[in-house]
């Protein structure tokens, strides 16, 4: 019998390669979005695309219907104000559309430090979104927890250009769990594709290793050939700011700066330790050729 999945966000950075490698395995892949023409590629090669929004229940539960297993995330728009209020929205229309279709199995997209309830900024709503989640009786729960997205670094090119160092407010010489998305796809993939786990799980993914902001900043020295360039670190509210004067919502910014406090005092870290389980191939060696290839394109 072909599996069906359903895969939110088809077209974002992990659901488009989920959704392609679903595909490829002869599953049935309803592939969610609002965008017919991100999604296009997807539906010529056999997915059902369902469009629509994402914090609408009825539209979630009509897409869910007959789906066994869904792949979901929160979705967010950082220029948005309102981030926690949108974010409980469309965790509650995801429980609630799993619930009244009665999917058996999600993998969801959530974070290292999602087992706080608090003082982790825009870690929060995952935290609540795994409680939901686990609430709902008899479904299987796979809850993907992630370190920092190494795409994230992208950011930190404009920067590079226009004031020549990378700025963030990670401590400098503090090791950070970061990983390259297509590596949490796989991880998803190999979720969604192995019917051997049950009842609720968490399964950490946090890159090849732990690497500090100083040692990214020397990485891409060597990639870029600038071997002046130096990281800084900015203080809270000045990472505040800065974020707000790049355009994100204010309310974003000062959560951005609560989860970067959270880091760096060490709170946002495995609690499982390293393990082949854990551990993703992307090196951020090979990583920044990427964002000195971006950064050359200009």
């Known amino acids: 019998m072909q599996t069906s999945i359903a895969v939110m966000n088809a077209s974002g950075r992990t659901g488009q390669r989920i959704a392609q490698a679903l595909l490829n395995a002869g599953c049935r892949v309803v592939a969610l979005g609002r965008s017919a023409d ?3 590629a997807l539906q010529e090669q056999g ?5 629509g929004d994402p914090a609408d229940t009825a539209y979630l539960s009509a897409a869910f219907e007959g789906v066994h297993t869904v792949y979901g995330l929160l979705p967010y728009d950082l220029t948005e104000p309102g981030y926690l209020d949108s974010q409980r929205r469309l965790g509650e229309a995801m429980a609630s559309a799993v619930r009244q279709a009665g999917v058996k199995r999600v993998v969801f997209l959530s974070s290292l430090a999602a087992e ?4 982790t900024g825009m870690i929060r709503p995952m935290h609540d979104q795994e409680e939901r989640l686990r609430a709902i ?3 299987d729960v796979m809850c993907l927890r992630a370190g920092a997205f190494m795409e994230n670094l992208y950011g930190a090119l404009p920067v590079i250009r226009e004031a020549g160092i990378v700025a963030d407010g990670f401590l400098p010489d503090l090791p950070v ?3 390259a998305t297509r590596d949490i796809a ?6 969604l594709l192995d019917p051997a786990w049950h009842g609720q799980q968490v399964r950490e993914v946090l890159g090849p290793r732990d690497i500090s902001m100083n040692e990214v900043t020397r990485l891409l020295a060597q990639s870029l050939g600038l071997p002046q360039l130096a990281y800084v670190q900015l203080p809270r509210g000045e990472l505040e700011r800065a974020l707000t004067e790049a355009g994100l919502a ?10 970067m406090e959270a880091i760096n005092d060490g709170r946002v870290r495995t609690t499982f330790g390293r393990s082949a389980a854990n551990t993703t191939p992307t090196g951020m ?5 990427e964002l000195a290839e971006a950064y050359r394109a200009g």
Request: glycine share 10%.
């Open 186 to 191: 796989d991880a998803a993939v190999q979720a």
């Open 177 to 179: 769990p970061m990983v």
């Open 38 to 40: 991100k999604l296009a």
């Open 47 to 51: 997915a059902d695309v369902c469009l």
């Open 285 to 289: 060696q090979s990583f920044v050729h």
């Open 250 to 259: 204010p309310d974003v910014s000062a959560l951005t700066g609560e989860l």
């Open 137 to 139: 009786p008899g479904l």
């Open 116 to 119: 706080q309830p608090g003082g």
